[in-house]
């Protein structure tokens, strides 16, 4: 298949791309670099001795989003990873997550609409089942309302899917709900390397562990827990990936509009987590109890059954795996892509 990837220099997308090339598929990539760098796609085509098309370009920016669709379309299938993702930063400037995201999404889908390019995935999240009424959540649970701007965002991008397919049976429109997608590749070449202090647990924790920051702060230890602190849905992110290949080839099938979780069914606490870390590393993770972050939730896990049921599609590796490939990555690259910070 040839296949369309939208921020496929990220963290997902990269490990997505990856695998789409070892399975054969020829791909086109847009990406902005705003959150990511070449230098995660060099790696990956090295590690997949096959080449990509890459554009430097905005999906805001119709002329140009125009011109590569232009030239590269037909896709068979379209995956649309491109989007602003830090939570925090999305409540201080919601208006730039807005434009960027559903802004973004506008745009893609007019002009893949204008060259009937109408097979996509979308990378929607966990986010979007708020306070989940129980765990484990399932796919026809409601979507009541977002905490913040970010996630805001995946439920109108969400609905936008939802009424295009509605209004034109041509589109077939698969959402995937991702729960905490960590790790890195298993070669340690490719990983995630947020900009600035890591707002996400893993990459906070690793980054504890190779020395960069001093300790963890453990945002509250009294959730009704297996030990207080908030419980979620770690899923490899190379799991996450394969999750993208059987979405596409769902797709082949023409199957209107579809919604999947893909999440392994398996909660860890904080604690928990801490530890399988320790083990991966054989490194201490010095963490301190604080007070619960505001709008963090106690427990989130995912029912996988309609993924495995539909998609064929499993998550196969552990905690284990998660931690000892996150190491891995961290240990052969602690600045991630880039060079050190100044001062460290
Ligand atoms: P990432 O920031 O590593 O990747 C997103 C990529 O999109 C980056 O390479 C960035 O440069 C690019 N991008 C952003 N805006 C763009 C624009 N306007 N035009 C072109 N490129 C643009 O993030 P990720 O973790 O790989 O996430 C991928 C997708 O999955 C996002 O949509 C995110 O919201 C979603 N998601 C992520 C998580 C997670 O925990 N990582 C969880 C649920 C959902
Ligand atoms: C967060 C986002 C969510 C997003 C998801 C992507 C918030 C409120 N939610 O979810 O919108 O879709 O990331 O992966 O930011 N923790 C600590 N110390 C830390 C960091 C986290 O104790 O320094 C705890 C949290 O309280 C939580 C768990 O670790 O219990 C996981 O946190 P995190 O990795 O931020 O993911 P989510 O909270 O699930």
Redesign the pocket.
């Known amino acids: 298949m040839k296949v369309f990837v ?2 496929g ?5 990269s490990h997505t791309v990856l695998e789409l090339l070892k399975a054969g598929h020829d791909v086109v990539v ?7 760098s070449e230098e995660s796609l060099k790696r990956v085509t090295r590690l997949a001795g096959r080449d990509i098309v890459f554009y430097n ?4 920016d119709e002329k140009k989003l125009e011109e590569i669709v232009s030239k590269e379309a037909p896709f068979d299938a379209t995956i649309h ?5 830090a939570v925090g930063e999305s409540v201080s400037i919601p208006l730039k997550y807005y434009e ?1 995201n559903v802004g ?1 999404t506008f745009t893609l889908l007019k002009v893949l609409a204008a060259h009937n390019c109408k097979n996509i995935v979308f ?5 979007v089942y708020g306070q989940p009424q129980s765990v484990p959540i399932r796919e026809d649970f409601p979507t009541p309302g977002c905490t913040n701007p970010y996630g805001w965002t ?1 439920l109108m991008m969400e609905q936008v899917f939802r009424d295009v397919q509605k209004a034109d049976g041509e589109w077939n429109t698969i959402l995937l709900r ?1 729960f ?2 960590i790790g890195a590749h298993e070669s340690g070449e490719i990983g ?1 390397d947020p900009a600035g202090i890591p707002n ?1 647990l893993l990459p906070y924790v690793a980054q504890v562990a190779i020395g960069r920051l001093k300790e963890l702060s453990v945002f509250g230890d009294d959730y009704p827990t297996v030990d207080g602190t908030g419980v979620r849905d770690y899923i490899h992110v190379v799991d996450l990936a394969l999750g993208h290949l059987r979405a596409i080839e769902k797709l082949v099938e023409k199957p209107g509009f579809k919604i999947y979780n893909l999440g392994t069914g398996n909660g860890y606490s904080v604690l928990q987590i801490i530890k399988a870390f320790e083990e991966a590393s054989s490194r201490k993770v010095p963490y301190a109890i604080k007070p619960r972050r505001e709008g963090d939730i106690a427990e989130c896990w995912a029912d996988p059954a309609l993924a495995a049921n539909e998609l064929g599609w499993k998550a196969e590796r552990g905690i284990k795996e998660m931690c000892r490939d996150l190491w891995n990555w961290q240990s052969k690259n602690p600045y991630g892509f880039g060079k050190p910070p100044a001062g460290e």
Do not use: H, M, Q, W
């Open positions: 939208t921020g220099a990220g963290y997902i997308g847009v990406d902005n670099l705003c959150n990511s370009a905005d999906i805001r990873f491109a989007a602003l993702k960027n973004g990378s929607s999240s966990a986010t995946k991702y905490n997608p995630e996400n």
